[in-house]
């Protein structure tokens, strides 16, 4: 695997899930495989999951790590092309990326959308600039749109602790304060949509997702409806994609509870977390026995290890 932005860049989701569980089992059996082999993780916004499941990923594979939190101890970086760099930009994005490619074997980037202007964000134009300029393979630790590594997580979750061949899984929007992104939503959507589970998402009429990631989804704006037998509850707020980046008035009530719980079987309670408490998720739940949230969390680094050790492969 040469580059890991999207599900479309993975030929079987399925064996790569497959793959992740294998190394959970025996994480050291691939040192040699990195050895000599350097990857810099270049975060342009902060992360605690990301950050850290990549590094252990990059350990176990006997990697070399490099971390460069771009935001905060970066030169300030330059996007436009042939902009003319007067301003607070001090170093171009061509010559910052194409430098980092000099340093390292893999690249790792996470770069947020600005939620101002909906093409920018979704022809994300400073990950495909990355992508442009590195000259060495790339995975994305988080893009304007999609959160790859979280969702191979969350396959890998599902994939273990499903009791049954295609459990019920459920996407359903929480309410936060702030408008956040669409990348755990979107990504989490297209890769449920390849993977064999029966999936639904729900939401407040608003909300609805760009529907190139939705394919082959149940879509409803009735929670109830949704959650009825539901195997897993995924639960994420994001702002609407149409007013972009907006948060709509009201909408409190979709809040996941024990008494919504009560309508699923027994459903296992999913978040890619940070969670804010008692505003997306509550208390009794997050310290309740359906919440898996911790577990998924621990997925994160053998989701990163199956994908870095695809790309090793092809070095
Ligand atoms: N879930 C996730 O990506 O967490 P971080 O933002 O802390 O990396």
């Known amino acids: 695997m040469k580059k890991f932005t ?15 569980l294998q190394l959970k ?8 495989l990195g050895k000599n082999k350097t990857i810099g993780l270049v975060f342009l916004n902060p ?46 994005i061509k010559e910052a990326a194409a430098v980092i490619g000099q340093y390292v074997d893999i690249i790792g980037v996470r770069s947020f959308p600005g939620l101002k202007d909906r093409e920018e964000d979704y022809n994300e134009e400073i990950f495909n600039k990355f992508v442009k300029y ?12 999609r959160h790859p590594l979280q969702s191979l997580a969350d396959l890998v979750t599902i994939e273990e602790l499903k009791t049954k061949a295609r459990p019920k899984v459920v996407l359903t929007w929480a309410p936060h304060i702030k408008p956040l992104p669409q990348a755990v939503p979107n990504s989490f959507a297209e890769w449920m949509c390849k993977a ?30 949704a959650l009825a ?3 897993f509850i995924y639960v994420k707020n994001w702002s609407a994609y149409e007013p972009y980046g907006k ?34 998720l509550s208390d009794e739940i997050l310290d309740g026995p359906n919440s898996v949230v911790i577990h998924e969390a621990g997925n994160r680094v053998w989701a990163a290890q199956a994908v870095l050790k695809a790309m090793l492969e092809e070095l």
């Open 6 to 20: 999207s599900v479309n860049d993975v030929t079987d989701s399925n064996a790569l899930a497959a793959s992740a």
């Open 247 to 280: 948060v709509l008035p009201g909408n409190e009530d979709w809040m996941l509870t024990n008494e919504k719980l009560k309508i699923t079987s027994d459903a296992k309670v999913m978040h890619c977390l940070p969670v804010r408490r008692n505003l997306e």
């Open 25 to 32: 089992k025996d994480p050291y059996a691939f040192q040699q």
């Open 196 to 225: 064999n589970v029966d999936f639904t998402i729900a939401h407040p009429a608003g909300y609805e997702l760009n529907s190139d990631f939705t394919q082959g989804a149940t879509i409803t704006h009735n929670q109830d409806e």
């Open 134 to 145: 590195c000259g060495v393979p790339i995975v994305s630790l988080e893009s304007a749109t």
């Open 47 to 92: 992360s605690l999951r990301t950050r850290m499941s990549t590094q252990k990923a990059a350990l176990n594979l006997g990697m070399n790590v490099m971390v460069l939190n771009m935001d905060k101890e970066g030169w300030a970086l330059e996007l436009e092309d042939g902009a003319i760099m007067n301003g607070n930009s001090v170093e171009h």
């Open 229 to 231: 037998d539901a195997d």
